[in-house]
């Protein structure tokens, strides 16, 4: 079966632009990424669009469709009816390169300010021996395909440009958990807690725990439940932890 979509495509550059308005044909089992493509094969040759896989594993093709934050290449045309108007805009937390290309060197930037895994000491590589359990939870976390869907949709900086200095958003907070709850990393002998790091250093005090970006996650991990709760009680505890405290001070005074 076929039928015409009415579509609404943002267009436009640095400077600006608007929404315009496509009639394109729709068959069955295609998605949102099919029409752009033929938008592009059919009406307008220089819509600029990212995609890579086309199979939800590269994280290239994210845009808002119909206002909410998904991966065109996985975004069934048979969710919407077939009078709906399907409205695609970029990315709005990111600035706009071009039409539905933006700009997410913000990640890149976030990604490079999180230190990385310290090997411990005295481990050769290749004998490094953990629970099942903490295998299965930097597992979940690295499902992440990057897609930035989640630091997209986070309020922190969807609505406030201003915190982007200080907040990493969920998807390097959830690295930081990682590294946290790693059993094996070393990075507390060099001095670094990650925990205190993430509320002190990343802006992990932002986050009020909405789950917006748990919803929203094509690849369904639990941010917010298993990442950034536990992350923000590693926090506390160590923050009101007495024998920490004390800790810290004996520490200090040797100093
Ligand atoms: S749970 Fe936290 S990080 Fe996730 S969207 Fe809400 S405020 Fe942002
Ligand atoms: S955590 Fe999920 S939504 Fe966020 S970047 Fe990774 S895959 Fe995308
Ligand atoms: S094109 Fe790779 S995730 Fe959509």
């Not at 395909?145 to 390097?172: M, W, Y």
């Not at 005090?205 to 298993?226: A, L, M, S, V």
């Not at 506390?236 to 004996?250: A, E, Q, T």
Request: charged share 30%.
């Amino acid at each position: 079966m076929t039928h015409t979509a009415h579509f609404k495509v943002w267009r436009g550059d640095t400077d600006g632009g608007d929404l315009q308005d496509y009639e394109v044909e729709v068959n069955d089992g295609e998605v949102v990424l099919d029409i752009i493509h033929r938008l592009q094969a059919t009406q307008v040759a220089d819509l600029a669009v990212r995609w890579n896989c086309k199979a939800g594993k590269c994280g290239s093709c994210s845009a808002e469709v119909n206002g909410r934050p998904r991966l065109m290449c996985m975004t069934r045309m048979s969710v919407f009816e077939p009078d709906e108007t399907v409205t695609v805009t970029p990315l709005r937390t990111f600035p706009v390169i071009r039409d539905l290309v933006t700009d997410v060197s913000f990640n890149y930037d976030k990604a490079r300010q999180v230190p990385a895994f310290v090997p411990p000491k005295g481990v050769p590589a290749g004998e490094y021996r953990m629970q099942q359990v903490d295998v299965e939870r930097s597992q979940e976390f690295r499902k992440c395909i990057e897609c930035f869907l989640c630091q997209d949709t986070c309020h922190v900086v969807r609505d406030h440009e201003e915190n982007k200095t200080s907040f990493a958003g969920p998807r390097f907070l959830m690295r930081i958990a990682e590294l946290d709850m790693h059993p094996l990393d070393a990075a507390a002998d060099q001095g670094l807690v990650r925990s205190a790091s993430a509320q002190e250093d990343h802006g992990l005090g932002y986050c009020n725990i909405t789950k917006c970006c748990t919803e929203i996650c094509p690849e369904h991990i639990q941010i917010t439940d298993n990442a950034l709760i536990p992350l923000k009680e590693r926090a506390i505890d160590r923050k009101y932890d007495p024998l920490v405290w004390l800790g810290s001070k004996i520490r200090r005074r040797q100093d």
